[in-house]
């Protein structure tokens, strides 16, 4: 198996996060599509999604998502 392009391979929900994980154009764009205009990546979000637990980037949108909601709003990607 080759190793995961992060810079220009096709990112879906499905996708899991590797070892050979980088924050890309390619990754903020599927973030932005994902969890909308105001993504923004932060220091202790960027260290979750390497923390080495298993994950895919659907779950890394839903954390985001959920990380960015407010009690009563709904959290949908």
């Not at 879906?12 to 903020?28: F, G, H, L, M």
Request: net charge positive; proline share 9%.
């Amino acid at each position: 198996m080759s190793r995961f392009d992060w810079h220009s391979d096709t990112i879906t929900r499905e996708t899991p996060v590797t070892a050979s994980y980088k924050n890309t154009k390619n990754i903020r764009r599927f973030l932005t599509d994902q969890c909308g205009p105001a993504f923004r990546f932060d220091r202790p979000f960027m260290q979750w999604i390497k923390d080495g637990t298993p994950k895919t980037m659907g779950d890394v949108a839903d954390e985001w998502l959920r990380r960015q909601a407010r009690p009563g709003t709904p959290c949908n990607p």
